[in-house]
């Protein structure tokens, strides 16, 4: 319990943080934001990722911008969820299935086959929904597909870039959630 606690603490200071930064200016709507955050350095590929994911989503798609955190630093990792910049996350999978449990993942069941990504599927928190079916502030558990293992993403296996641990998953509070289904399936197909 003591050690559940101690791992919650970094997600507690982001709650504050997110509050704190939640009337902050943002990013350019017509741009889609990805972090990634592995324990390997993901640097090298982000220039090349970039140019894949706006060839094969064309010249309609918004910019796409793709921060990279060098180092893994868990405190880091609650700013960047609790700033609420980023569309998209890319980061390890026990880092997901810890924020999943607070409502920090959407559930991707409808968009993408849970039998082929199995490895995502857990009980996670998903925001209840109040009666007029706006999103609510309780969190209920359920189980759900909340995150896409980028060792089955077919952008990441022709770029060679070979994580066993990390995962993308949705953030509540993305800018557009068509959107960045769109993107995460031009990284899967």
Not at 8 to 30: F, N
Not at 134 to 141: L, M, N, P
Request: proline share 4%; with cysteine; net charge neutral.
């Amino acid at each position: 319990m003591r050690a559940a606690l101690k791992r919650l603490s970094p997600w507690i200071i982001g709650i504050m943080v997110l509050i704190l930064l939640a009337g902050c200016g943002g990013r350019d709507k017509d741009s889609f934001s990805i972090f990634i955050m592995d324990k390997g350095d993901a640097s090298a590929i982000r220039d090349e990722l970039a140019q894949k994911l706006k060839d094969k989503l064309g010249e309609q798609a918004p910019t796409i911008e793709i921060s990279v955190s060098p180092l893994y630093n868990q405190q880091k990792l609650v700013v960047e969820y609790a700033a609420g910049e980023h569309d998209l996350f890319l980061l390890p999978e026990e880092d997901m299935k810890l924020y999943g449990q607070n409502g920090s993942n959407l559930p991707l069941d409808d968009a993408f086959d849970k039998k082929t990504y199995t490895r995502g599927v857990f009980e996670g928190g998903v925001f209840k929904k109040k009666e007029q079916g706006e999103e609510g502030t309780d969190v209920i558990k359920e189980t759900h597909l909340y995150g896409i293992p980028v060792k089955q993403m077919k952008m990441f296996k022709d770029l060679k870039y070979n994580s066993n641990t990390l995962f993308a998953t949705i953030p509540p509070r993305t800018s557009n959630k068509e959107e960045a289904i769109k993107v995460l399936k031009a990284l899967t197909e």
